[in-house]
């Protein structure tokens, strides 16, 4: 009779463990060959992420105040809420979308090149991309707003000014790069500097540049990266003539200067953003590293 029961018991139980395992399995992971599409444009992080440079002093009177959990709480990310030091009165409505900023200083304060500084202080402040806020609760003279999209953390005194639509211009194809390209005859500018006061560039690096609306530079133009060759201070700085010697020029009758020479394109960028005497830049293609001093022109 036991014997039976246990039969029973193990006949009732087997089809059920069955029919679990069969609900509760993995669905097979198919690997696929299909090419991912590439990037026809700068994506939407690197454009409204970019931070830019300009001349014009931001507003100062439109900013962070506080968030919600503040006293445990001191800095702000996406989908927290914060509030802003605006209301009703000042214009401010349900729906209103707002970009935060906060001007920037470099830290270490070294020049990378001779003219660093000065070019710097033409261009204006840095202010840096922290993120977007689009307002959800409105009082009289405060608002509650939602952080929808954020680059970096936000904190109290971080300014906020009306969000502007930047467009992301669309790629050149990278077959089309000339390395020999000839001197486009328009306006001249350098790498100043990169993002967070980075020194070097590769693609997909964001530089400014110390070209901008003032010289004729436009959203989505391209620029062209290059160097000049046989500069006597392009390493060993300290021994006299060390690229004349070393690298080849001293092999001919006459001593070649580095403006005799053909430069060195060494990639090209997209416009992102401009101001009045500077631009955002994306750089899309590079053969090699560049870096802040090197020149750029528009295409």
């Known amino acids: 009779m036991r014997a039976f029961v246990a039969a029973l018991s193990l006949g009732i139980l087997l089809p059920a463990s069955a029919a679990w395992a069969q609900s509760n399995s993995q669905t097979p992971v198919v690997a696929s060959t299909q090419r991912a599409a590439e990037a026809t444009s700068p994506d939407y992080s690197a454009v409204y992420c970019s931070s830019f440079v300009t001349d014009e002093r931001s507003a100062s009177d439109s900013y962070m105040i506080s968030g919600e959990e503040s006293r445990s709480t001191v800095v ?17 409505k349900v729906g209103d979308r707002f970009s935060v900023i906060r001007p920037q200083t470099d830290p270490v304060e070294v020049q990378w090149f001779k003219w660093q500084n000065k070019l ?19 009082q009289p003279n405060v608002s509650i707003a939602q952080v929808s999209f954020s680059c970096d953390y936000m904190q109290r005194g971080d300014l906020i000014h009306p969000f502007q639509e930047r467009p992301s211009p669309p790629y050149k194809p990278s077959e089309k790069f000339d390395k ?23 693609k997909n690096s964001i530089a400014y540049v110390n070209l901008g609306n003032a010289q004729g530079v436009k959203m989505g133009d391209y620029l062209r990266i290059f160097r000049y060759q046989g500069s006597n201070i392009d390493t060993l700085v300290n021994i006299k003539d060390t690229q004349y010697k ?13 403006n005799d020479l053909p430069r060195e394109v060494i990639g090209e960028g997209v416009v992102i953003n401009t101001s009045k005497n500077s631009a955002t830049i994306f750089v899309t293609y590079s053969r090699m ?4 001093g090197d020149y750029v022109e528009i295409e």
Do not use: C, H
């Not at 202080?121 to 689009?134: E, R, S």
């Not at 080849?248 to 580095?258: L, R």
């Open 180 to 202: 020999f390209a000839s001197v486009s005859g328009k306006p001249v500018g350098m790498l100043v500097v990169g993002q967070q006061f980075s020194q070097m560039f590769g």
């Open 76 to 92: 702000f990310a996406r989908g927290d809420y914060v509030y802003i030091n605006k209301g009703s009165v000042q214009g401010i």
């Open 246 to 258: 070393l690298y080849g020029f001293g092999s001919t009758p006459t001593k070649y200067e580095w």
């Open 120 to 138: 710097m202080k033409a261009m204006g402040t840095v202010y840096k991309d922290l993120g977007q806020l689009v307002v959800t609760t409105v």
């Open 289 to 292: 590293e560049s870096y802040a």
